[in-house]
């Protein structure tokens, strides 16, 4: 897994933008509604998971995904260790499962609740995702205090046709699909 060196958080030739503060900027991210997931791993570092709504796709050749792992979570260390994830889209009524996985609850009482399968990778599938994304971590980017993980997706499981799970506005918001046909 290739590391990065911290990212140059200079913009040589750019007027001098007004500073924003950390909470006008978390107010700001609170209406940018996404996805909730639960991005697990297994292996010698350790079982481990954590919530996350900052993924997003990347490319599709090789299809990747970025995930935002913050270094202080408590998954942090079994995530490198491990170098594998797998990221659990969440379906609408996953809401307790996702507090559970949000750094509230001790880690080793996480995968109590819920159903799970071991991926290829080894890391823990979720019954009942939406769709979960089995991954090699192939880059790993220092920003701030999270570490932004390029993932390459070396499997897939579909959960169905079920409601999407989304955070918006601090709230949790089912979602329905289109209807296939």
């Not at 900052?54 to 490198?80: E, G, R």
């Not at 797998?86 to 996985?101: I, K």
């Not at 609850?105 to 979960?132: K, N, Y």
């Not at 169905?160 to 955070?167: A, D, Q």
Request: charged residues 15%; aromatic residues 6%.
């Amino acid at each position: 897994m290739a590391r990065s060196a911290p990212l140059d958080e200079t913009n040589s030739g750019a007027a001098k933008a007004p500073a924003i503060s950390r909470e006008q900027y978390r107010d700001a991210m609170a209406r940018l509604g996404a996805a909730v997931t639960i991005v697990t791993t297994d292996g010698p570092g350790g079982r481990a998971g954590f919530t996350a709504s900052a993924v997003c796709s990347v490319t599709d050749s090789p299809p990747t995904l970025l995930v935002c792992l913050n270094k202080s979570s408590s998954a942090a260390h079994a995530v490198h260790a491990n170098g594998v994830v797998c990221v659990n889209t969440l379906a609408a009524g996953h809401e307790a499962l996702s507090n559970l996985f949000g750094g509230r609850t001790p880690p080793e009482e996480r995968f109590a609740a819920g159903q799970w399968h071991t991926s290829a990778t080894g890391a823990p599938i979720l019954v009942g995702a939406v769709v979960a994304f089995d991954c090699r971590i192939v880059k790993t980017v220092e920003v701030g205090t999270h570490d932004v993980l390029f993932c390459e997706v070396v499997g897939l499981a579909e959960g169905g046709g079920r409601e999407g799970l989304i955070y918006f506005s601090r709230r949790y918001h089912a979602v329905a699909g289109t209807p296939e046909g």
